[in-house]
């Protein structure tokens, strides 16, 4: 267990409002708060404040993605757990919902009205080689992480990115291409650190408050603002991995050639595959510019690099390739294998799980995303599931999706030109794969939801009201109601 964090001394907020009343649902449009109380919470808190109206509020929560631009009644830097616990007792006095961001990836809409708390400030990063572990503030990133870890022969469970926070990624659940060896990062959480609606700092274990430790380990940020993270390290000083982009005129016998090989894989590789949509930009490589192509992402885990060249060797020539490299890469740069976009764009996204891929349902997304498609999504992807993902965790967790065979997402333009246009293309492509849909959704994967209902409906009934009783028990207000809220 980890040493808890030196506490700032709890400083009164005048005309403090603990009434029911006060803190009710949260409104779309804030209260009115008096400009002497944001002047007290700036004296309170060590980060800035910015309220409505201020230079800096609009860069202080900015997203990644920019299709979505917050607009909180008032927002708090936070440096520390202190400032966290002081800023959500200030925000619940006076009637205002509370809403996170750390990096700025990952967000569903506006937190019109709320109280904003960023987290980025919060750097706090120890790594413990000789326990296999770090503690990971909340506003790290995972590019810290592995860079810091991998001087010990050591990695974390990462996704696609690196430079998304390890926190809301490992709350959503956090599946990433050592996935099918180690399960979901999520699975690897030894301790919590969380402020919850009552202002109170906790730390969370499979020993202390089990409940809650449970469901905010898949119930993102429904319970309350997570300041810290231990998380277990893997020994794993290398992999067998990399990424290949087929031409899109074989796009068809990529992705039944894909259906039919990844099945057969063992645990040591987690694997994908995205139909890309590529615009005629200089930041892509020259092959790659305008293209229509299908990305063959490959990560071999286990110990023999000759078995990783053998277990891939059945896909390298099922199409003409645009480019591509697999070999030996530290964990420290496995972005090279999915090759998210770095720089911030606008973006709409979706997703859904699915019980497999026969040959009918890779013939059905063939028909609406294939190459004589005309249609305004970027991405259409298709990742490997089982493994270690379909087992419980060795500590019982709240993530969905273990039944899943794979997971299907996309991902288009959110530019207003298209605000109609590519949500309508998406959750058609989605729904040509209907029939293989599997109950539940990946938190981290849900994208656009119409409300709390479907964000409900991402977890097996029993979970899900397992978690509502959690949720009413330490935000029966419902304080926490932005994001991914149920």
């Not at 530019?415 to 109950?439: D, I, Q, T």
């Amino acid at each position: 267990m980890t040493l808890p964090q030196p506490r700032r001394p709890e400083q009164p907020v005048v005309g403090r409002d603990t009434s029911a009343a006060a803190r009710g649902a949260v409104a779309t449009l804030a209260p009115p708060v008096p400009a002497g109380d944001v002047d007290q919470l700036r004296a309170a808190v060590h980060g800035p404040v910015y309220a409505a109206g201020d230079d800096g509020l609009a860069a202080e929560v900015a997203t990644w993605n920019v299709a979505v631009r917050h607009t909180p009644a008032i927002a708090v830097g936070a440096t520390c757990a202190a400032d966290v616990a002081t800023a959500v007792s200030w925000a619940v006095a006076h009637g205002l919902g509370v809403a996170v961001q750390a990096t700025g990836h990952g967000p569903v809409r506006d937190a019109a009205g709320s109280m904003m708390i960023t987290t980025r400030r919060m750097q706090g990063l120890f790594i413990d080689p000789e326990r296999r572990t770090a503690r990971v503030e909340a506003g790290v990133t995972w590019q810290r992480v592995m860079e810091a870890a991998a001087e010990f022969g050591l990695a974390g469970l990462c996704g696609s990115s690196s430079g998304v926070g390890v926190v809301g990624y490992t709350l959503g659940g956090g599946m990433g291409s050592l996935g099918r060896k180690y399960g979901f990062a999520a699975d690897a959480v030894r301790a919590v650190e969380i402020v919850t609606a009552d202002g109170r700092q906790r730390t969370l274990s499979a020993d202390s408050e089990p409940e809650l430790f449970w469901a905010v380990r898949g119930g993102k940020g429904n319970f309350g603002i997570v300041t810290a993270l231990e998380i277990e390290l893997v020994p794993l000083g290398g992999l067998y991995a990399g990424g290949i982009f087929f031409a899109g005129e074989d796009m068809a016998a990529v992705l039944h050639a894909f259906r039919e090989w990844a099945p057969t894989l063992p645990d040591e590789v987690s694997t994908s595959i995205a139909v890309l949509r590529l615009p005629d930009f200089e930041f892509l490589p020259p092959p790659l510019r305008g293209q229509t192509a299908v990305h063959l992402r490959y990560a071999y885990s286990g110990t023999s690099v000759r078995e990783g060249e053998r277990l891939i060797a059945p896909m390298q020539d099922v199409g003409r390739v645009l480019l591509g490299f697999v070999g030996h890469i530290r964990t420290d740069e496995m972005d090279s294998i999915h090759m998210d976009p770095v720089d911030p764009l606008p973006a709409w996204e979706k997703g859904q799980l699915l019980t497999g891929l026969p040959e009918e349902a890779v013939d059905a997304l063939l028909a609406v995303a294939g190459p004589q498609a005309e249609i305004p999504l970027m991405m259409v992807e298709i990742r490997l599931l089982g493994g270690a993902l379909s087992r419980p965790a060795a500590v019982p967790n709240a993530v969905p999706g273990r039944d899943a065979a794979f997971s299907m997402f996309v991902l288009g333009p959110g530019v207003p030109e298209l605000a109609e246009v590519v949500p309508a293309v998406g959750r058609a492509v989605l729904g040509a794969l209907a029939p293989w849909k599997s109950p539940g959704s990946l938190i981290n994967f849900l994208g656009d939801v119409s409300g709390p209902e479907e964000v409900a409906a991402a977890y097996p009934p029993g979970v899900y009201e397992r978690l509502a009783a959690v949720k009413a028990a330490v935000d029966p207000d419902r304080v926490f109601s932005f994001g991914h809220a149920f």
